[in-house]
């Protein structure tokens, strides 16, 4: 038999560690409790800070070849000056990209390039009788704005972990929503009689300084992004900077064919949606004037502007379920093939002012936003997956260059070209045309080269 003290002393000791299990496990739900609360804390600042950033850009820049028409200036000279932003874009960005990642001071160069950008793209209203002078500010605008979307997204999708990443877009529905609130508030701004567009530019300058208060607040420090990119470096074999040979990363990063065919799928979804930003709303302007309702074509332009949020939002808010189900390359080609659509549906309205014309304005612009959130998400998180991570702020700018650089000056010039020899209707439909019989294409040679592929 057992002895009656070592019984009670055994039954003691049980206790206790059962006590001690208990407390463990309480203070271990705790922790997590408080490092799950800490990081929605720290996801809902991400969120409101792509809400007024994106809400401080949607307050003028859509509207700036409205202003410089009201100052005056030709058609001729919009369409240069609309020419240096995606121009200057495509020189500037991969340059910024480049000195986040060598320096790691991604917070100073994004908040700089920032407020720089502001006060340029501000002093464009006291230029407004001086066109050389109105084409320098812009060009330094757009020299600084080129670093600013890139490198959020590269600072946000990099402190994101594999699986938090694919909320990436949950994020950044945020700043659709900032820029489709912003845009049309603006535009019955500048429908209103009462208004100008110098209640643009106040408005601009107040929200970009909440947007840079957010930045300081929500991005994370420079010695944290220099320490994470020492350890990844690490990671990957090399020692530091001085160490990294930056001419073959780059040759590495060009060479991978799947990096190159994500880069031409955004530089020819950036052509084709330029060719439609700078031309649709014309088409519609005109269709209004031509039927005597350009008294309504402000607030009808906004309830547009209203579906292509949605639109954008409602994609933002699933891309990471989609990605999950076809892979980010299956969105970026279902995106693809969704592009000759808006094209159909743009050009397809016909010459009245009824009803299925306004129901076909307003799936394009739908559409039109969905495919640039579908495809810039999926692109931004397999890029950042696949490149090197001392390099991904530069291939995050490269891509933005693709996008806003050469696909926005390509798009513009054709676009420009095509609508003048044959009309904006028959341009989009030899568009969509053209990138219906570019797909057929595509997937014939795929088909052809996997039927002649070693089994």
């Keep these: 038999m057992c002895c009656p003290v070592a ?15 208990r407390a463990a496990h309480q203070a271990n739900n705790a922790s997590e409790t408080t490092m799950e609360k800490t990081k929605q804390s720290s996801l809902n600042k991400i969120r409101l800070l792509y809400f007024f950033f994106r809400f401080s850009t949607g307050s003028l820049i859509p509207f700036m070849p409205l202003f410089m028409s009201s100052c005056g200036f030709t058609h001729e000279e919009i369409g240069r000056l609309q020419a240096i932003r995606p121009i200057v874009t495509m020189i500037s960005a991969p340059f910024w990209g480049g000195l986040s990642d060598r320096t790691g001071k991604k917070k100073l160069i994004l908040i700089s390039t920032f407020v720089i950008s502001a006060i340029c793209r501000l002093c464009c209203a006291f230029f407004k009788d001086d066109m050389q002078h109105f084409a320098m500010a812009l060009c330094l605008s ?3 704005y080129a670093a600013v979307t890139c490198l ?53 300058g107040i929200t970009t300084a909440v947007a840079v208060v957010f930045m300081l607040l929500c991005t994370p420090s420079n010695q944290h992004n220099q320490n994470q990119a020492k350890q990844e470096t690490k990671a990957n074999g090399s ?16 060479t991978n064919a799947e990096i190159a065919s994500i880069l031409g799928a955004v530089a020819v979804t950036g052509c084709s949606i330029s060719v439609l930003e700078n031309f649709s709303y014309i088409n519609i302007k005109s269709l209004y004037k031509a039927h005597g309702q350009e008294n309504v074509l402000g607030q009808e332009i906004s309830m547009y502007r209203v579906f292509h949020t949605c639109g954008g939002m409602l994609t933002w808010y699933y891309s990471g379920t989609w990605q999950k189900k076809l892979g980010p390359s299956g969105v970026i080609i279902a ?36 495919i640039f959130a579908a495809m810039w998400s999926s692109a931004t998180i397999r890029v950042n ?21 050469v696909g926005s000056t390509v798009g513009a010039y054709v676009g420009g070209f095509l609508c003048k020899k044959i009309g904006i209707a028959n341009t989009f439909t030899l568009i969509g045309k053209g990138f219906v019989s570019l797909l057929c294409g595509a997937l014939f040679l795929s088909s052809l080269v996997k039927s002649n592929a070693p089994k």
């Design 7 to 21: 019984a009670k002393q055994t039954g003691r000791a049980d206790t206790a560690d059962m006590l001690t299990k």
């Design 142 to 144: 757009s020299v600084f």
């Design 152 to 204: 959020l997204d590269n600072i946000v999708v990099s402190s994101l972990n594999s699986k938090e990443r694919l909320n990436f877009g949950k994020l950044r529905l945020w700043g659709e929503l900032g820029n489709g609130i912003s845009s049309t508030l603006m535009m019955n701004v500048c429908s209103n009689e009462a208004y100008g567009f110098e209640h643009l530019f106040v408005v601009h």
């Design 239 to 254: 020692c530091n900077n001085d160490t990294i040979d930056w001419r073959r990363s780059l040759l590495d990063v060009f």
């Design 335 to 370: 995106s693809l093939c969704c592009v000759p659509l808006i094209f159909f549906l743009y050009a397809g309205v016909g010459d009245g002012l009824d009803v299925r014309t306004k129901i076909g304005f307003t799936m394009a612009e739908a559409t039109r936003s969905a």
């Design 385 to 405: 997956m696949i490149c090197p991570p001392h390099m991904t702020a530069v291939l995050q700018a490269i891509m933005d260059a693709s996008y806003r650089g």
